[in-house]
T-cell receptor, first 114, second 114 residues
Framework: GQQLNQSPQSMFIQEGEDVSMNCTSSSIFNTWLWYKQDPGEGPVLLIALYKAGELTSNGRLTAQFGITRKDSFLNISASIPSDVGIYFCAGSSRASSNTGKLIFGQGTTLQVKP | SAVISQKPSRDICQRGTSLTIQCQVDSQVTMMFWYRQQPGQSLTLIATANQGSEATYESGFVIDKFPISRPNLTFSTLTVSNMSPEDSSIYLC???????????FGPGTRLTVT
């Protein structure tokens, strides 16, 4: 079945530093989504990507849909303590079936030192 | 984005019993999904629940263990049957936007089976 490899598994950075994480897939996806999950909460959608090569920003967050459609990255600039949490990538290979099924990466746990 | 609520938010249950989790959305949606997130792990899709049809289960999940109802376009339930400690997880429902392929998650139900 489809698998997503997300890296790094965890990061411990200083406040103000930039962060980069990525996901790679063994197969092509049509949609890439990036989520953040805080303890005790459900994942919150950060950025959605729909086209190969697409680069999208949401405040200090920037994500790109890889040209090969098998990878995506998420950058966080000038990290702050509230960026702490688990970040998940998710991909969908939706075609005409319109299933909406998402495959999730293993998550990147981010800790920010004030 | 849709506003999604789940009940209960958490529960502690005895082995062999069943628990029904409710998911309510503030707007009509076609596709609803149920995910499981085991402790410290990523999200795994259990099934897709479409109104007016049987739920579609992913490999490794069966209707007898996780029966799902979808009586209308704003509500769904997931039952975890004959529970064992291995069923201790966070159970999350999600909905797909009517306008794009983005999925939004509820806050989750944290289940502990003793």
């Amino acid at each position: 079945g489809q698998q997503l490899n997300q890296s790094p598994q965890s990061m411990f950075i200083q406040e103000g530093e930039d962060v980069s994480m990525n996901c790679t897939s063994s197969s092509i996806f049509n949609t890439w989504l990036w989520y953040k999950q805080d303890p005790g909460e459900g994942p919150v959608l950060l950025i959605a990507l729909y086209k190969a090569g697409e680069l999208t920003s949401n405040g200090r967050l920037t994500a790109q849909f890889g040209i090969t459609r098998k990878d995506s990255f998420l950058n966080i600039s000038a990290s702050i303590p509230s960026d702490v949490g688990i970040y998940f990538c998710a991909g969908s290979s939706r075609a005409s079936s319109n299933t909406g099924k998402l495959i999730f990466g293993q998550g990147t746990t981010l800790q920010v030192k004030p | 984005s849709a506003v999604i609520s789940q009940k209960p938010s958490r529960d502690i249950c005895q082995r062999g019993t069943s628990l029904t989790i409710q998911c309510q959305v503030d707007s009509q949606v076609t596709m609803m999904f149920w995910y499981r997130q085991q402790p410290g792990q990523s999200l795994t899709l259990i099934a897709t629940a479409n109104q007016g049809s049987e739920a579609t289960y992913e490999s490794g999940f069966v209707i007898d263990k996780f029966p799902i109802s979808r009586p209308n376009l704003t509500f769904s339930t997931l039952t975890v049957s004959n529970m064992s400690p291995e069923d201790s997880s966070i159970y999350l429902c999600s909905v797909e936007s009517r306008f794009d392929y983005e999925q939004y998650f509820g806050p989750g139900t944290r289940l502990t089976v003793t």
